[in-house]
């Protein structure tokens, strides 16, 4: 695609409830890149694939995130038994392979509100 | 762990000044990137430096990186209202295996009045 897709834009759910965010890279980027930004804050890294392996994943809050990426494209972000704290822009980004010098391009995000 | 910090947290100046925004590090870096942020959603990415690079131009956007101060400074020329968002360094830590494993500061809140 043209750029990086993220969908839901928005997403409200109660509490307890599990939810899944779902990234579509740029076509032809083999790194994908999740992050979370809360109200005013800086980006927090969550979690790294290249490809569908996820050498990284050292930025997952707690084990109830988790991440997959299958096909090397779409990546699905999955928060299980959400809690007030897990409110906030979850941020998608790919890059093209061996990519340490070259820009990361990011997705609109996904707005989560835990009610 | 957030890497950088830029300062100041916010910047509030008239249209035709400048702007110039700091962002310091801890840990050696590969390179350091510039991101705008508009609404709080989507970054754009703005310009890449690279630790063996000391100034890189982009129009009228100018970065300087000191690796021996650990510091980077974006400056914005005859800022537009149109400059008015977050902006945010990020760098790629030299140890990061290979891959563009961003690290964001807290970001510099500009607002540029007509």
């Known amino acids: 695609g043209a750029g990086v897709s993220q969908s839901p834009s928005n997403k409200v759910t109660e509490k307890g409830k599990d939810v899944e965010l779902r990234c579509d890279p740029i076509s032809g980027h083999t790194a994908l890149y999740w992050y979370r930004q809360s109200l005013g804050q800086g980006l927090e890294f969550l979690i790294y694939f290249q490809g569908n392996s996820a050498p990284d994943k050292s930025g997952l809050p707690s084990d109830r995130f988790s991440a997959e990426r299958t096909g090397g494209s779409v990546s699905t972000l999955t928060i299980q038994r959400t809690q007030q704290e897990d409110s906030a822009v979850y941020l998608c980004?790919?890059?093209?392979?061996?990519?340490?010098?070259?820009?990361?391009?990011f997705g609109q995000g996904t707005r989560l509100t835990v009610v | 762990s957030q890497q950088g910090e830029e300062d100041p947290q916010a910047l509030s100046i008239q249209e035709g000044e400048n702007a110039t925004m700091n962002c310091s590090y801890k840990t050696s870096i590969n390179n350091l990137q510039w991101y705008r942020q508009n609404s709080g959603r989507g970054l754009v990415h703005l310009i890449l430096?690279?630790?063996?690079?000391r100034e890189k131009h982009s129009g009228r956007l100018r970065v300087t990186l000191d690796t021996s101060k650990k510091s980077s400074s974006l400056l914005i020329t005859a800022s537009r209202a149109a400059d008015t968002a977050s902006y945010f360094c990020?760098?790629?830590?030299?140890?990061?295996?290979?891959?563009?494993?961003?690290?964001f500061g807290a970001g510099t809140r500009l607002a540029v009045h007509p």
């Open positions: 980004a790919s890059s093209a392979l061996f990519a340490g010098n070259t820009e990361a391009f």
């Open positions: 430096i690279r630790s063996n690079e």
């Open positions: 990020a760098t790629v830590p030299f140890f990061s295996g290979g891959y563009n494993k961003l690290i």
